[in-house]
Antibody, heavy 121, light 107 residues
Framework: QLQLQESGPGLVKPSETLSLTCTVS??????????WGWIRQPPGKGLEWIGS???????YYNPSLKSRVTIFVDTSNNRFSLYLSSATAADTAVYYC?????????????WGQGTLVTVSS | DIQMSQSPSSLSASVGDRVTITCRTS??????LNWYQQKPGKAPKLLIY???TLQSGVPSSFSGGGSATDFTLTISSVQPEDFATYYC?????????FGPGAKLEIK
């Protein structure tokens, strides 16, 4: 079964770019009908969809973040990455990566354990 | 964006009780409705997808129902490990929005 693991800095300064990588193991990122997504959760709050990428490189971004978000897929290393520019304290959250079954109901069937990113000087 | 609501936002129950959580969407999501369980400090876990299909490995005490804009998650007999927060999510229209959550606590 798939395993996903987030990695990246836990502390980002305001106005800088938040960058995280999700490494996929137990299967190939080049799976037909599987998408790869990022979701975040501010401390004590609910879940927010950030965006997703297909192995071909096609992406979807939440319009609320679209001007600041980029998601890349690196098929040779079986991983995908999130970049969020101009970070502010409002971006402080636990960031999860997940796999979406596009051939089903687009549900997130596997999740990474999550990584807390704090935006602070 | 499709707006999501859940009720109740919190509920208390005893072991063995039957509980139901409701999720409502601002427009029809045609069955593209998923339920997740989240425990403190952990990632969400998929319970039900497509409104009513139980994810592999999830106890049969969990069930989902509904269609269009109104959906339910039912636990037929609450067990100690079921005390958690439950989120619904629509995966019909991007962005795939989540409900605000329903926290199930021990009575």
């Amino acid at each position: 079964q798939l395993q996903l693991q987030e990695s990246g800095p836990g502390l980002v300064k305001p106005s800088e770019t938040l960058s995280l990588t999700c490494t996929v193991s137990g299967g190939s990122i080049n799976i037909n009908n599987y998408y790869w997504g990022w979701i975040r959760q501010p401390p004590g709050k609910g879940l927010e969809w950030i965006g997703s990428v297909y192995y071909s490189g096609s992406t979807y971004y939440n319009p609320s973040l679209k001007s600041r978000v980029t998601i890349f897929v690196d098929t040779s290393n079986n991983r995908f990455s999130l970049y969020l520019s101009s970070a502010t304290a409002a971006d402080t959250a636990v960031y999860y990566c997940g796999s979406l079954r596009g051939g089903s109901y687009n549900e997130v069937d596997y999740w990474g354990q999550g990584t807390l990113v704090t935006v602070s000087s | 964006d499709i707006q999501m609501s859940q009720s109740p936002s919190s509920l208390s129950a005893s072991v063995g009780d039957r509980v139901t959580i409701t999720c409502r969407t601002s427009e029809s999501v045609r069955g593209f409705l998923n339920w997740y369980q989240q425990k403190p400090g952990k990632a969400p876990k998929l319970l039900i997808y497509g409104a009513s299909t139980l994810q592999s490995g999830v106890p049969s005490s969990f069930s989902g129902g509904g269609s269009a804009t109104d959906f339910t998650l039912t636990i037929s007999s609450v067990q100690p490990e079921d005390f958690a927060t439950y989120y619904c999510q629509q995966s019909y229209s991007m962005p795939y929005t989540f409900g605000p959550g329903a926290k199930l606590e021990i009575k």
